[in-house]
Nanobody, 122 residues
């Protein structure tokens, strides 16, 4: 199994930046694709970004393309989400997930963290 713990969330002003981290346990982290999703009350969980197990392939939601960057450091069992030029609509609980392929739907992922709150003030 894989256990995931997100960190780095908080309150930031619009236009600011945050970097989220997701620390993974287990010895098979490098074999998993990783994704970031976000969710607000009353809404479906929304895809943000994904990265292949080797880190060479990345995908982004149109809403964050050009502003967010997903990366991973397999030696540290950690995936990151660098968020720049934050907007109020980026406010959500952000979750990291591990799965077999870097896809955009939650059902593709097998393991989830507990989430970290990101609040962007306008």
């Amino acid at each position: 199994q894989v256990q995931l713990v997100e960190s780095g969330g908080g309150l930031v002003q619009a236009g600011g930046s945050l970097r989220l981290s997701c620390a993974a346990s287990g010895r098979t982290f490098s074999t998993y694709a990783m994704g970031w999703f976000r969710q607000v009350p009353g809404k479906e969980r929304e895809f943000v970004a994904a990265i292949s197990w080797g880190g060479s392939i990345t995908y982004y939601a149109d809403s964050v393309k050009g502003r967010f960057t997903i990366s991973r450091d397999n030696a540290k069992n950690t995936v990151y989400l660098q968020m720049n030029s934050l907007k109020s609509e980026d406010t959500a609980v952000y979750y990291c997930a591990a799965g077999s392929r870097p896809r955009a739907t939650p059902i593709e992922y097998d393991y989830w963290g507990q989430g970290t709150q990101v609040t962007v003030s306008s």
